[in-house]
């Protein structure tokens, strides 16, 4: 393992990623009724705008929503304002809108890559982690932080399992109840803080526990059931000879890395004399969250070059950071060190993300955040044929189902 490495991809991964074909199957129920609105929305959107670009300005809009939250009640027990709720939901929207379009618009500005599926699911890993968050605050889950750390991970693991089972089957399988649904049903859960107040969330029911611990109910039953689903699928083995993983390798190997970042973070919020996790719950889980990123991009990034995936990782070095210093019998304030930890991986996650996009986009001849003049002015005359001819490897989502509404609708061009 490599401090800083020069190139993190070499030749033939590049190669392989370029000849990655983008494979997704999707049976949710909300994207069907979705497709008009996302068809509208693209339509509207500037032919200059590039896909990559409207992905990160979504995210940027999801992180800010969620860090405004964190701002009023660090440690989830304190009640932030209804507005600051209804700012989230509103965040939440936008970052799902944006991120369901993003493809669209590769699509029908001729612009789609491999490096468009990188970017968007990357994305995903780091908004699932702030989502998380922010719902667990809506609620003042800090009351229980068992529960809160239970549900943050749960997010994390959920995202994880999809692409252990893409890495395993070469096909990105979304259900009947999937990441759409779970987006629209927070956002859901910020407009009822924002319009009853947080506190409603801890009204006493006749059964004797509280509104949040019985949504916590809920998403343990639904976690259980998708990852029965998921591993259900992987156990059946892969595309690989002998039923093994898109690159040859085990189909369990994945599950090493993303333990390494689970089971610490775990024991370190039990072992802490200080209660470092309670304390600060949002630091804690946004420092961990990072580290299930910079995990799962790896994850994403070997499913797409069909490469191994490497087991240890520098951005362990933050969660290690902390054991260390509780092994040694905290010789620093936990709290200093956890924010050193959070300062740590966040830097080596954009270092890392930052790398290998300007690997890829050196490979393929583009411009991360910036459509070439010509070939997008060549191409809008004929954007809803380009739609049209999409195949299904290409898609993003379910964009079978997009095709008709976004011929239809004549103001695309």
């Known amino acids: 393992m490599q401090f800083y490495k020069e190139r993190i991809l070499n030749a033939a991964q590049l190669k392989r990623l370029s000849e990655h074909k983008y494979s997704c199957t999707s049976a949710s129920i909300l994207d069907a009724w979705l497709q008009p609105w ?114 943050c991970f749960c997010a994390m693991t959920l995202f994880y399992c999809a692409h252990w089972q893409a890495y395993v089957t070469g096909t990105l399988k979304m259900g009947r109840i999937d990441v759409t ?63 093994s993983t898109v690159a040859g390798t085990s189909i369990l190997s994945p599950v090493i890395p993303f333990s390494l970042v689970v089971v610490p973070a775990f024991i370190i919020f039990q072992k802490s004399e200080s209660n470092v996790y309670q304390h600060h719950p949002s630091l804690y889980i ?66 890392y993300c930052g790398q290998i996009c300007l690997e890829i986009c050196t490979h393929l001849r583009i411009q991360l955040f910036r459509i070439a003049p010509a070939p997008a002015a060549a191409h809008a005359p004929h954007a809803s044929h380009a739609a049209a001819n999409v195949t299904a490897s290409e898609s993003e989502k379910s964009d079978s189902e997009d095709i008709i509404p976004l011929i239809n609708n004549n103001s695309i061009s």
């Open 38 to 151: 996302w068809c509208w929305l693209v339509s509207k959107t500037p032919l200059w705008l590039a896909p990559n670009l409207i992905t990160i300005l979504g995210l940027i809009v999801n992180i800010v929503t969620t860090l405004i939250l964190v701002w009023f009640s660090p440690d989830a027990r304190q009640e932030p304002p209804r507005w600051a709720c209804a700012l989230c939901a509103l965040g939440v929207f936008i970052y799902q809108s944006l991120d369901a379009i993003d493809g669209k618009q590769a699509r029908r500005t001729g612009s789609q890559s491999p490096l468009g599926e990188l970017f968007d699911h990357g994305c995903d890993s780091i908004s699932t982690v702030f989502i998380a968050l922010g719902a667990c605050i809506a609620v003042k889950l800090g009351e229980y932080p068992t529960w809160m750390f239970f549900q």
């Open 181 to 243: 649904e779970a987006q629209y049903s927070i956002m859901g859960i910020h407009l009822v803080s924002a319009i009853l107040g947080p506190s409603f969330w801890a009204t006493q029911l006749p059964i004797n526990v509280t509104l949040n611990l019985v949504s916590n109910y809920a998403v343990v039953i639904l976690t259980t059931y998708l990852v029965v689903g998921y591993v259900t699928v992987i156990m059946k083995g892969g595309v690989g000879k002998n039923g």
């Open 286 to 351: 946004l420092a961990f969250g990072m580290v299930a990123a910079k995990v799962t991009n790896r994850l994403v990034v070997a499913h797409m070059t069909k490469s191994e995936m490497e087991y240890y990782d520098w951005s362990l070095l933050g969660p290690a950071m902390l054991f260390l210093n509780q092994y040694f019998n905290h010789a620093l304030p936990e709290y200093y060190v956890l924010w050193l930890c959070t300062i740590w991986v966040c830097v080596d996650l954009v270092r």
